[in-house]
C-alpha cells in the first residue's frame, strides 16, 4: 500500500458516519471580500498597472500596434540581443524589424541551451493593476514556463486595455486553473538576510513589458 493509499484510507474512516452538508461549496464560505478598490476608468487602471509595474522595477513602455515591431527591435538592440527565443504562436509581424537571430521553443531544448539565448519576447494572459503583476498561461504566443525563466531578458507585450485587470479576483475569473500558471512581479529577485536585493536568481534579470494599443484583443474595457 503507498503512502497516498493509507492517507485517503484514513481519511474516509475519519468521515465515515458523518452527515454530508446540504450547503453547496459556492456557499459554504462568505466571499464578501471587495473584488477591486475603487472605482477607475479603463485608463486608469492602465496607468495603475503601468506605475506599480515601475514600482517593482521592471521597464515599461508604451506604444500602439503599428510601432510594436520598431519598440521590439530597439529593446533588442538596446540590451545587445543576438538571439532571442520565439514562442510558436507569436505574431511574426511583431519581430518583423529586427535582424536577431530566432531561436524556436523546442521540446528538447536543454536548460543549458536556453540559457545561451539572450532573450525572450512573449505576450501574456492577462495583467492585474493593483499587484502589478503579468500573468502567463503556457499559451501558443507565450510559449512554455521555462523560456520565460531561464533567458536573462522577458520582453512581454500587453494588449491594453483589455488584458489589464483591476485586481486578482478580476483575473482569476479569465484564467484556466489547470493551464501552467506564471504569476510576475517584476524581474525575478531575492534578499538575504540583510536585505541586499540581487535580481535574476529565478528567473529574468530584466523585465520589460510593452503597453501596447490597437493590437487584436486589446480592446474593451477592465
Do not use: F
Not at 500602439?64 to 519598440?71: I, P, Y
Not at 486553473?177 to 530584466?206: C, K, N, Q
Amino acid at each position: 500500500m503507498s503512502s497516498r493509499e493509507r492517507i485517503l484510507g484514513r481519511v474516509r474512516r475519519a468521515l465515515d458516519g458523518v452527515p454530508g452538508d446540504d450547503t453547496p461549496y459556492e456557499q459554504a464560505v462568505p466571499r464578501g471580500y471587495l473584488r477591486q478598490h475603487g472605482e477607475r476608468s479603463a485608463e486608469e487602471t492602465v496607468e495603475l498597472l503601468a506605475g506599480n509595474l515601475a514600482d517593482y522595477r521592471a521597464l515599461v513602455h508604451r506604444t500602439d500596434a503599428e510601432g510594436l515591431a520598431a519598440t521590439v527591435a530597439a529593446l533588442l538592440h538596446r540590451r545587445g540581443a543576438t538571439s532571442v527565443v520565439v514562442p510558436p504562436g507569436l505574431d511574426e509581424s511583431w519581430l518583423a524589424e529586427t535582424d536577431v537571430q530566432r531561436v524556436a521553443d523546442r521540446a528538447e531544448q536543454t536548460p543549458g541551451e536556453l540559457d545561451r539565448v539572450d532573450s525572450v519576447v512573449t505576450a501574456c494572459a492577462v495583467a492585474i493593476a493593483e499587484t502589478g503583476t503579468i500573468v502567463l498561461d503556457g499559451s501558443p504566443d507565450q510559449g512554455r514556463r521555462r523560456i520565460t525563466l531561464v533567458p536573462d531578458h522577458h520582453i512581454c507585450v500587453v494588449r491594453v486595455p483589455g488584458q489589464v485587470v483591476s485586481s486578482v479576483p478580476q483575473a482569476l475569473e479569465r484564467l484556466d486553473p489547470v493551464r501552467p500558471l506564471t504569476w510576475i512581479s517584476g524581474p525575478s529577485a531575492t534578499s538575504d538576510i540583510e536585505l541586499d536585493r540581487v535580481e535574476g536568481v529565478h528567473g529574468p534579470r530584466t523585465l520589460e513589458v510593452v503597453l501596447v494599443t490597437g493590437l487584436p484583443g486589446g480592446t474593451g474595457g477592465s
